[in-house]
Nanobody, 124 residues
Framework: QVQLVESGGGLVQAGGSLRLSCAAS????????MAWFRQAPGKEREFVSA????????NYADSVKGRFTISRDNAKNTVYLQLNSLQPDDTAVYYC?????????????????WGQGTQVTVSS
């Protein structure tokens, strides 16, 4: 089993920034990709960003490209998501996800473990 704990969410004004963290623990041996998804009220969960095991391959949803940056520290088993230029449409619960293997994926069903989520609220 792998446990994921997100932190860093909160309330911020439009144009502001937040940094989300996701710490993995448990049976994290071997290579794994990490991703962030989000779910707004009344909407389906959507892909935000993903990063491969080496950190050299990253992917972003078009809606966040140029504003969000994903990174990871394998020594700490932690993945980060820097959120800049936040807009009210970014309001959602943000979830991190863990996928065994090297490669990233934007498909939620390919991820094996999920965190409990952290709320990001952007006021206008």
């Amino acid at each position: 089993q792998v446990q994921l704990v997100e932190s860093g969410g909160g309330l911020v004004q439009a144009g502001g920034s937040l940094r989300l963290s996701c710490a993995a623990s448990g049976r994290t041996f071997g290579s794994y990709a990490m991703a962030w998804f989000r779910q707004a009220p009344g909407k389906e969960r959507e892909f935000v960003s993903a990063i491969d095991w080496t950190g050299s391959d990253t992917n972003y949803a078009d809606s966040v490209k140029g504003r969000f940056t994903i990174s990871r520290d394998n020594a700490k088993n932690t993945v980060y998501l820097q959120l800049n230029s936040l807009q009210p449409d970014d309001t959602a619960v943000y979830y991190c996800a863990y996928k065994r293997g090297i490669a990233t994926s934007p498909i939620s069903n390919e991820y094996d473990y999920w965190g409990q989520g952290t709320q990001v609220t952007v006021s206008s």
